[in-house]
């Protein structure tokens, strides 16, 4: 009876992300919504990604969870940033003067980057809205530097709390890190190459995939469920995918087109 009822209901490790699962037919989970890397708004008006503009417009369409990108400068500066260019040229081949410091960084709308402390303020004002904290791993940057950086500033702002922050990055080394030091956080990896049951041997609790990666392994997602971990999907944006995340369960959708997720869900949105 215990097993039955285990199988009714799972937590998903923090009190923001308690989703309600049921092995019976006809069971309506609930799916948050997760405004990729800002808010689509603000971007058409001409602003960046990750500016603390989208963050307000997230917190105010009252989103599940808003995705930011912290880079760590040369200069031991968290950096808010996920803009793909800086006077027309790639990011990558001009990386170690980009992030030589914040002040090296104005990005071409004429914007400057916020600070990690910056960001937090906001995040702060409306803490309704998870923070979905990207750890970005960046060549010659220390990793585990980013890491206990990034947890005094939540600490600081009051915010280190696993039903206000979730952590995802695509460098496998900062999950296995978050997972032995601080496992009562979701913590998601986002490279599609590591299957539910590998993450899970290495304590990390959830994945966060393109679409694309559980279009081509849909039983990834009753596998991870089966072991209690959080399925994302990120830049779903299309109708048709967002249908297809919708119909494959996952727990929640990260897209640049939040109201349409939202139409299509309807009274499925998962909202704190």
């Given amino acids: 009876m215990t097993n039955h009822i285990n199988s009714l209901i799972r937590t998903v490790f923090a009190a923001s992300m308690i989703l309600l699962f049921s092995a019976g037919a006809g069971a309506q989970n609930k ?51 996920h803009d793909n260019t800086r006077g027309g040229k790639e990011i990558e081949q001009t990386k170690l ?12 709308n004429g914007e400057w980057p916020s600070t990690l402390n910056q960001y937090l303020k906001q995040g702060k004002a409306n803490d309704k809205t998870v923070l979905v904290f990207e750890l970005k791993p960046e060549k010659y940057r220390s990793e585990d ?16 709390d696993p039903s ?38 290495d304590g990390i609790n959830g994945l966060d995939y393109h679409f694309n990666v559980l279009k081509n392994h849909p039983e990834w997602v009753a596998e991870a469920h089966a072991l209690g971990m959080s399925v994302n999907c990120w830049t779903v944006n299309k ?19 939040p109201l349409l997720v939202r139409k299509l869900l309807g009274d499925r949105e998962l909202t704190l």
């Fill in 97 to 108: 003067r980009y992030f030589k410091s914040v002040q090296a960084c104005r990005l071409k």
């Fill in 31 to 81: 799916i948050a919504i997760t405004a990729h890397r800002g808010f689509w708004k603000c971007e058409a008006a001409g602003n960046s990604e990750n500016s603390i503009a989208s963050l307000r417009e997230a917190q105010n369409a009252g989103l599940w969870g808003s995705e930011f990108d912290a880079h760590l400068t040369a200069d031991n500066k968290i950096l808010i940033n």
């Fill in 239 to 257: 109708e048709e995918d967002i249908k297809a995340m919708i119909d494959l369960g996952v727990d929640c959708i990260t897209t640049n087109e």
């Fill in 145 to 160: 530097l980013l890491i206990s950086k990034s947890v005094r500033s939540l600490k600081r702002h009051g915010l280190f």
């Fill in 164 to 201: 206000k922050v979730i952590f995802i990055s695509f460098s496998k080394h900062m999950c296995d890190v978050i997972a032995q030091k601080y496992p009562e956080f979701t913590n998601q990896y986002l490279n599609g190459d590591i299957s539910p049951k590998d993450l899970k041997k």
